[in-house]
């Protein structure tokens, strides 16, 4: 099936607006951090969802667009998330996390309670889908079905959008990635061909929230030249 191209509609920029445009973003980025401690505050929905369709203009694999962005209001909803969550989490601590992971942890004084998961206004559920099913077999058999290709590639590229949009939108956010994480397909109804990739609360940081004093790489240390 071929494509009709158009012609791209995105001036060039002079030099110094350029500089200017990365210096305010970065400006804005280098504010970003992850907030464990949220105002239960109410956000209009329509900043959320703006922020959601920056997302979806992330490139993907074959333009395949692999992701599901589920945002649960539902006070009781976010009640059974938090409880399914720390559940699981309770086990990591306790069980299944080795030594060295909780060594690493150790220092941003995170464990197994997730408060924020019921007291963010918003829990924003990113799905990666696998396949999609685009009709019926005609010889009999199980419907026809698109594989998607680099999707987990694909999905970060968004989620990384995703999470600047709400940034620069002035909200709070956390990434968490509960492991295993099937029970949001069972809470939220989910296909099996959409595999959850992170569960990002959204909202206000609490007026007395705090974050580790921590230190980022130089640019020297994250960039060569070559």
């Not at 791209?8 to 280098?30: C, I, K, N, V």
């Not at 999609?132 to 680099?150: A, Q, S």
Request: proline share 8%.
């Amino acid at each position: 099936m071929s494509t009709s191209f158009i012609p791209l509609d995105y001036p060039r920029l002079s030099e110094d607006t350029q500089r200017a445009a990365a210096e305010a973003f970065y400006d804005r980025m280098r504010t970003r951090r992850s907030v464990r401690h949220f105002s239960p505050d109410p956000v209009p929905l329509d900043i959320i969802t703006t922020c959601i369709k920056a997302a979806g203009s992330s490139p993907s694999g074959a333009n395949q667009q692999p992701w599901r962005f589920v945002v649960v209001s539902d006070a009781d909803i976010r009640r059974k998330i938090r409880i399914a969550a720390e559940r699981e989490e309770k086990e990591n601590y306790e069980r299944r996390f080795p030594t060295e992971w909780k060594q690493a942890l150790a220092p941003l004084g995170t464990d197994w309670k997730k408060e924020y998961l019921s007291t963010a206004p918003y829990l924003i559920v990113v799905f990666q889908i696998s396949y999609e099913d685009v009709g019926l077999n005609t010889i009999g058999g199980p419907p026809m079905r698109t594989k998607h290709y680099y999707v987990t590639e694909s999905v970060g590229i968004a989620v990384g959008i995703l999470l600047s949009a709400l940034h620069h939108a002035g909200l709070a956010t956390l990434t968490h990635t509960p492991n295993p994480m099937n029970f949001l397909n069972e809470i939220l109804g989910r296909p099996k061909n959409e595999r959850p990739y992170v569960l990002i609360p959204v909202g206000y940081a609490a007026e007395d929230a705090e974050v580790p004093n921590l230190r980022r790489k130089s640019l020297d240390e994250i960039m060569l030249q070559v």
